[in-house]
């Protein structure tokens, strides 16, 4: 009986590592390729009407997915600010810019509560699927509405399962989504004009069981 029940830990910890390994690879290098096809990453950013010279930031930048896209839309003249909770991944992030020559990203160790950006500098700034990991969530749009410019633009996509979609905002959180509704109230709350809004945006549940909308935010 015990060896039955000491298998059974076994394969229970190597399905956990395995889980694990599988969720920090969502946002990897390997894995960018295979979100090109779903994560409509240009359709987002063209939602901030970007031009050269622009500055906008990755808020939730992980090792880069949207940071690397965003450097073409504002071009060797513009500036995009990568902004992380964790060092090991603006770590890694610094070493991909330097392996391909990118010098207009500058990383950014930003709190869970204050992303530390330029104060009335930004053109844009995008959080995708991140927002739900934001419990000061206020504090959070009340620093990145100081560093937006008047006029300036946020972008926040997050998924949703649809058999969530009715649960409190916590339960939703333990789950690493976030309903709509719940955004909107924050964004308004903190002074911001909705000018766009789409659920669902993103279709992805084939994929990850869910799927994502989008929030278009002017200061």
């Known amino acids: 009986m015990k060896t039955i029940q000491l298998f059974g830990l076994l394969i229970f910890a190597g399905y ?5 390994d599988q969720w920090k ?6 894995a960018w390729k295979e979100r090109d096809q779903w994560q409509r ?11 050269d010279g622009d500055k906008v930031a ?3 930048c992980h090792e880069g997915y949207m940071t690397m896209k965003l450097t073409k839309a504002v071009g060797m003249s513009g500036k995009v600010y990568a ?7 603006l770590d890694k992030l610094n070493g991909i810019l330097k392996d391909r020559g990118i010098t207009n990203v500058t990383a950014v160790k930003g709190d869970y509560d204050n992303p530390h950006l330029p104060s009335n500098s930004l053109n844009g700034a995008i959080i995708i ?10 504090d959070m749009l009340k620093h ?6 008047t006029g300036g633009k946020l972008v926040i996509c997050e998924p949703i399962a649809e058999d969530r979609r009715n649960w409190s905002r916590a339960e939703q959180e333990r789950q690493h989504e976030l309903g709509m509704n719940y955004a909107m109230e924050d964004l308004q709350k903190a002074g911001f004009k909705i000018v766009f809004k789409q659920d669902p945006y993103i279709d992805r549940e084939k994929i990850k069981g869910d799927k994502m909308w989008l929030i278009v935010a002017e200061k």
């Open 16 to 20: 956990t590592a395995y889980a694990q």
């Open 25 to 30: 690879n969502i946002y990897t290098q390997n």
């Open 41 to 51: 990453a240009d359709d987002i950013i063209t939602q901030l009407n970007l031009k």
């Open 58 to 60: 990755d808020i939730g």
């Open 83 to 89: 902004v992380d909770v964790q060092q090991n991944r």
């Open 129 to 138: 699927d991140t927002y739900h990991e934001m419990a000061d969530h206020d």
């Open 144 to 149: 990145i509405k100081a560093a937006l410019k």
